[in-house]
T-cell receptor
């Protein structure tokens, strides 16, 4: 079975622009979570969606938003990009809370 | 609030030897779960092992085992028979029972020497 997939793998944007990151969960997984990992740190939780409903939100500004589609794929949107938004964005999917499986991530660079 | 502390920024081990990576946690919830992930330089977080707070036995998955000491709030990862491919960052994480939100530590960089 295919694992969690994310697109694009790399992205370069300039300050003030908007970005959309995409995630497809493992088949059968209805929960998708998004994390931001800046260099040298552990991932930080941004959002969790289950059956298209937001189930959790981390301490991130309103510039960050997400949604989940009927096929359980998800998008993370970031508006008005700042230099500090440069990070690895990870998507995770799960069937139960006892295991979350991560995708390869999207490396976002904001210039 | 939940918190994970990993006090070893870097660890070195000889190939074929065992190594223990330390993790302590803080939570006020009686129901929680503890995870270990491996992150190679490619960036992908690879799920290794899970321990629930009510699990009676310490979790094991192949060469990985979790030394869970609930009273001391520690959840150390033991890797037996280290291999060169084990060189990576290792992260400990916790979640509250019923929640998907993971709180990660800062990680430990493991280097396996030939």
């Amino acid at each position: 079975d295919a694992g969690v997939t994310q697109s694009p793998t790399h992205l370069i944007k300039t300050r003030g622009q908007h970005v959309t990151l995409r995630c497809s969960p493992i088949s059968g997984h209805k929960s998708v979570s998004w994390y931001q990992q800046v260099l040298g740190q552990g991932p930080q939780f941004i959002f969790q969606y289950y059956e298209k409903e937001e189930r959790g939100r981390g301490n991130f500004p309103d510039r960050f938003s997400a949604r989940q589609f009927p096929n359980y794929s998800s998008e993370l949107n970031v508006n008005a990009l700042l230099l500090g938004d440069s990070a690895l964005y990870l998507c995770a999917s799960s069937f139960t809370s006892r295991a979350q499986y991560f995708g390869p991530g999207t490396r976002l660079t904001v210039l | 609030a939940q918190k994970i502390t990993q006090t070893q920024p870097g660890m070195f081990v000889q190939e074929k030897e065992a190594v223990t990576l330390d993790c302590t946690y803080d939570t006020s919830d009686p129901s929680y779960g503890l995870f270990w992930y491996k992150q190679p330089s490619s960036g992908e977080m690879i799920f290794l092992i899970y321990q629930g707070s009510y699990d009676q036995q310490n979790a094991t998955e192949g060469r990985y085992s979790l030394n869970f000491q609930k009273a001391r709030k520690s959840a150390n990862l033991v890797i037996s028979a280290s291999q060169l491919g084990d060189s990576a960052m290792y992260f400990c994480a916790i979640h509250q029972g019923g929640s998907e939100k993971l709180v990660f530590g800062k990680g430990t960089k493991l280097t396996v020497n030939p």
